[in-house]
């Protein structure tokens, strides 16, 4: 809880800063020391800002679904491990249980776009069901074919077949992976990455908020605690995201000349993944609608089911070869 609530403040401030940087203009810098201090002021404000019902919603589902956007990330840390011992719950189908989440953390922003009554959210609903639809299509492929190289749905079980070295990584085609590894990883990490981009609601992929086109999309009725709870998942499902890929793709704890392995691997990783979400967010524009699914069903899915495909076949091989 606390890592999550610690992330979810300070990313934002990361967010401004780095757009700061990016577009040469000031970021905040007025609350403490270079703005360290602007996620606490900002969390006071919006607490102390009354949580407003507009007429004509649903009460029950309008409230609830803020809720249902964190809850979901916030369970998912409980199955990602950190390290060999730092993890709070080992679960054999961990890989099964975070996507699982991941799907209700998505009903939170159609139950909040239908519920707000607004037509601008309930656009941003509607658009959003059908960039989650397609995006986690090609990602669930992918991570079938990790769990058909690696034999296992344990996320742990995955990290600790990568130890040795980045030559281990599911990501690098260098000597010592198979022959399906070495060809068709490297391609599974860029799908994974990008579908993690979309799944996020991030720019150039953020067609759920568009903000040009429809206001604030599904949070335009939403202030107080009710917008903060939207935020604060968003950034919670950016480091879940960015854990997955590194057990997934990065060698989880291992270092990268696999002398050390330590939860400070793990960190630098997941933060250097996090620093590339930002910077792709202010520095590409935002897509259109069509070109966003297009990506997904003509060009992800299927070079995803290509590559489960070519994985299965060249694990049949070797299981002649050897």
Not at 302 to 315: D, K, N, T, Y
């Amino acid at each position: 809880m606390a890592f999550a609530g610690l992330n979810a403040a300070y990313l934002g401030w990361c967010e401004r800063k780095g757009a700061g940087h990016i577009q040469r203009r000031i970021g905040p810098k007025e609350v403490g020391w270079f703005g360290l201090l602007q996620p606490l002021a900002d969390g006071i404000k919006l607490m102390s800002k009354q949580l407003i019902v507009p007429k004509g919603v649903d009460d029950i589902l309008f409230r609830a679904a803020p809720i249902l956007a964190m809850i979901p990330a916030i369970t998912s840390m409980v199955a990602i491990p950190f390290s060999e011992t730092v993890q709070a719950r080992a679960i054999d189908l961990s890989v099964l249980l975070i996507f699982a989440l991941a799907s209700i953390g998505m009903m939170a922003v159609l139950i909040g776009g239908w519920a707000s009554g607004n037509k601008y959210a309930i656009i941003s609903a509607t658009r959003s069901v059908s960039q989650n639809i397609a995006y986690e299509i090609p990602m669930l492929v992918t991570v079938i074919t990790i769990v058909m190289l690696t034999g296992s749905m344990n996320l742990e079980e995955i990290a600790m077949k990568q130890q040795g070295g980045f030559w281990n990584w599911n990501i690098f085609p260098v000597v010592g992976q198979s022959i399906a590894q070495a060809i068709i990883m490297p391609v599974s990490f860029i799908i994974f990455f990008i579908c993690s981009v979309a799944e996020t609601n991030r720019a150039p992929f953020d067609m759920a908020e568009a903000e040009s086109e429809l206001v604030a999309g599904f949070m335009t009725e939403y202030g107080s605690m009710g917008f903060g709870l939207f935020m604060m998942g968003e950034y919670l499902n950016i480091v879940v995201g960015a854990c997955l890929t590194t057990v997934l793709f990065l060698g989880g704890w291992y270092g990268p000349f696999g002398f050390t392995s330590s939860i400070l691997w793990f960190l630098v990783k997941i933060y250097i993944l996090i620093a590339v979400f930002i910077w792709i967010r202010w520095t590409f524009p935002r897509t259109q609608i069509y070109k966003l699914l297009n990506l997904s069903w003509k060009i992800l899915i299927p070079f995803s089911l290509a590559i489960l495909l070519l994985s299965a076949v060249f694990i049949k091989v070797e299981g002649f070869l050897i």
